[in-house]
């Protein structure tokens, strides 16, 4: 039988220890996508037979709505609680980034990213709102979803939007459990300091992990005269090393320090028993979180970026000029090209159009 899960490698080698020819060999290592091998499996084929009827499978998908593809290596073994605790007690820092679809988060899946949080910076990023503040609890489900569908290996966070925790605990456990149920989270994330502490505790109680969010609160910017460097004065970096002891106590298994001094960042994480994730906070947190398309370079030129991102793409400028050569192509006519249409033979179209002149 064909082993579920063997590489184009080993596919060859199975071929050559059943002394298939050499034609087989190639067709059998060129088959190892998952597809073909879920249809062999299933179909309890032998691998002659299989390569045969999983190819002709394959070519009946005449529609661009196809799958994202198969995946590019072994699969990484699921990040848990236990791993992010794991990576905290050995000092290796948590990598963790921004998704708001299925694409984004696939892209950060297959490339090692422990934590996906899928961000309420979707409002601006995603949906084209002014600030977080405008999004719902239903676009970030829905959002989640999808993250939710491509993150296989990474730990899945929901961001609470505005609106949906500060009323009260209950409130917020509420809104929790349907991000885990609906949403597909194994998170969640709120902002808040020493004041949600009681909210904090009540998720975490029922078997939610919380990563809390201090520093800068996006949601609250209008409280914090805009979006500005937090605990800047030793008062203000007090404070927020108290809001980190505070939600540390409540049962959160990491906090976010958005926009605090470095060596602020640093003290506190020295001061915590539980992760730190910084943006915009320095190198001495026990992680780092950006969102996506900032890093990527997937925005259009001029747009305002912020002191602590680094740019390391530019997809923006790629996808334009990818825009661009096929709208000249398809004002040229040279798109589509006789490579890119289904041929029909000549004596079936010769009797089409001898039909359709009777029409």
């Not at 029922?206 to 409280?223: E, K, Y």
Request: overall charge positive.
């Amino acid at each position: 039988m064909f082993p579920i899960g063997a590489s184009a490698r080993s596919c060859a080698a199975v071929a050559r220890s059943t002394r298939l020819n050499s034609s087989l060999i190639s067709a059998v290592a060129a088959s190892s996508s998952s597809l073909t091998r879920s249809y062999i499996a299933s179909s309890n084929l032998h691998v002659p037979n299989a390569i045969n009827n999983a190819s002709s499978f394959l070519q009946k998908r005449h529609s661009s709505h196809s799958p994202m593809g198969t995946q590019s290596g072994p699969p990484r073994k699921k990040v848990t609680m236990s791993t992010i605790k794991s990576l905290y007690q050995k000092g290796e820092p948590i990598a963790m980034i921004t998704a708001h679809d299925f694409p984004s988060a696939y892209v950060a899946d297959q490339n090692g990213m422990d934590i996906v949080l899928v961000g309420d910076s979707l409002a601006m990023v995603a949906l084209g709102m002014e600030d977080t503040n405008e999004v719902e609890v239903e676009d970030m489900l829905l959002h989640c979803r999808s993250v939710a569908r491509a993150a296989k290996s990474s730990f899945t966070v929901g961001d609470l939007p505005m609106g949906s925790y500060e009323i009260s605990p209950e409130q917020a456990l509420a809104t929790a459990i349907r991000f885990v149920k609906e949403g597909k989270a194994q998170s969640v994330k709120l902002e808040g300091g020493k004041e949600f502490a009681p909210t904090i505790r009540k998720i975490t109680t029922a078997g939610i992990p919380v990563l809390a969010h201090i520093g800068l609160t996006p949601q609250r910017q209008n409280a914090l005269g805009g979006f500005r460097v937090q605990g800047k004065t030793s008062a203000g970096a007090m404070s927020i090393l108290e809001d980190a002891l505070a939600v540390q106590a409540a049962g959160a298994f990491a906090v976010v320090l958005e926009a605090v001094p470095a060596e602020v960042a640093t003290l506190i994480t020295q001061k915590l028993s539980i992760p730190t994730i910084g943006i915009g906070a320095g190198n001495g947190c026990s992680g780092q979180v950006l969102v996506q398309i900032d890093l990527t370079g997937n925005f259009p030129p001029g747009r305002f970026m912020p002191k602590f991102v680094k740019k390391y793409g530019d997809i923006w400028s790629e996808s334009a000029r990818a825009v661009v050569a096929y709208r000249d192509e398809v004002k040229s006519k040279q798109f589509p090209a006789p490579e890119h249409t289904y041929p029909m033979p000549a004596e079936e179209f010769e009797s089409f159009a001898k039909a359709a002149k009777d029409l």
